[in-house]
């Protein structure tokens, strides 16, 4: 099984922080600046692949929770490829939180880091 860490947020600035947070010889990083680019990346794998996926919430093109609604509607068709999902966002009020927990969210990881 193949160890990918995908690193999505419109901030060049926080996907730079976030890759000097982690322990990158453990996975293979990819990182993208909207949540369509890494919902498609992850629709596309045709291996077993196990992914840490860093989200930002707020972003154009797709936002954080609806890459977790199309993922979690599109991980049937696609049970080789496991995906692990943190929240990584400025905006962790309760609703966000309660909101990530229904949605299968692992963990909340609040901004700046």
Do not use: C
Not at 10 to 39: H, N, P, W, Y
Not at 81 to 98: G, N, Q, T, W, Y
Request: hydrophobic share 50%; no cysteine; proline share 3%.
């Amino acid at each position: 099984m193949e160890y990918k860490l995908l690193i999505v947020d419109d901030s060049i600035l926080d996907r730079m922080l976030m890759r000097q947070q982690v322990d990158t010889t453990k996975f293979e990083v990819f990182e993208f600046e909207d949540g369509a680019k890494a919902l498609d990346w992850l629709e596309h794998q045709t291996r077993a692949t196990k992914a840490v996926v860093l989200l930002d919430l707020n972003m154009p093109v797709m936002d954080g929770f609806t890459v977790v609604e199309k993922w979690r509607h599109s991980k049937l068709l696609h049970p080789h490829v496991k995906a692990e999902i943190i929240i990584v966002s400025a905006a962790l009020h309760d609703r966000v939180v309660e909101r990530g927990i229904e949605s299968d969210i692992v963990a909340f990881v609040g901004k700046p880091l």
